[in-house]
């Protein structure tokens, strides 16, 4: 009879104990881990609260913008360019001259006459937190060839060529503001008949 041979096999697998390791991370790598999360959390939500309140601003500087040239070019065309309507009243440019007015009167006419022509744009009209109006009237001084920073009480007729400085301001709800300066032009000047409707 022959004798069986045995064959060892080709490959053998080793079953030591360190390929059956269950000890896991420790828990320093664990709170590493956490620290790396959490940072990269408030770096992205910081981020992202910056371009929401970015964007916020952008869009109140955006409809400000719009506001304030809707009212310049509604304060230039009253003040200045306003057609005469026969048995309207007021009829005509609203312009006053400084001289024998004071500074308080002038704004007061120039806005209760602007205001009452003027239509805001969509959405930014009474109650939406946005308020319009012109803040300051410097009239040209002859005599210094420069912008006077109010109207004069008495004295000279600095403004006797007609021509003025108006700043506009606008103010969003968020308290952000912007200014416009425009340059009015008495529609009468060199007339020496004054607009018998300015100062209505």
Not at 171 to 188: G, W
Request: hydrophobic share 35%.
């Amino acid at each position: 009879m022959r004798a069986l041979r045995l064959h060892k096999p080709l490959h053998t697998r080793s079953c030591s104990a360190s390929n059956f390791d269950e000890r896991g991370d420790t828990l320093v790598e664990v709170l590493l881990a956490v620290v790396i999360l959490s940072l990269t959390v408030v770096a992205l939500l910081g981020a992202l609260t910056t371009s929401i309140t970015g964007s916020g601003e952008h869009r109140n500087i955006a409809a400000i913008d719009t506001i304030l040239k809707s009212y310049a070019e509604a304060a230039k065309y009253q003040i200045e360019l306003q057609p005469v309507v026969t048995g309207s009243k007021p009829s005509g440019p609203i312009y006053e001259d400084c001289p024998g007015n004071s500074s308080t009167k002038v704004l007061t006419d120039y806005r209760n006459g602007v205001n009452g022509k003027w239509t805001p744009p969509p959405g930014y009209g009474a109650g939406s937190g946005y308020s319009v109006a012109i803040t300051q009237v410097q009239p040209w001084n002859n005599l210094s060839s420069n912008w006077d920073p109010s109207c004069p009480s008495g004295g000279l007729n600095h403004d006797a060529n007609g021509l003025q400085l108006l700043t506009v301001t606008a103010t969003a709800p968020t308290n952000v503001s912007d200014q416009m300066q425009i340059a009015v032009r008495n529609p009468d000047y060199p007339s020496t008949v004054p607009n018998p409707y300015a100062g209505f």
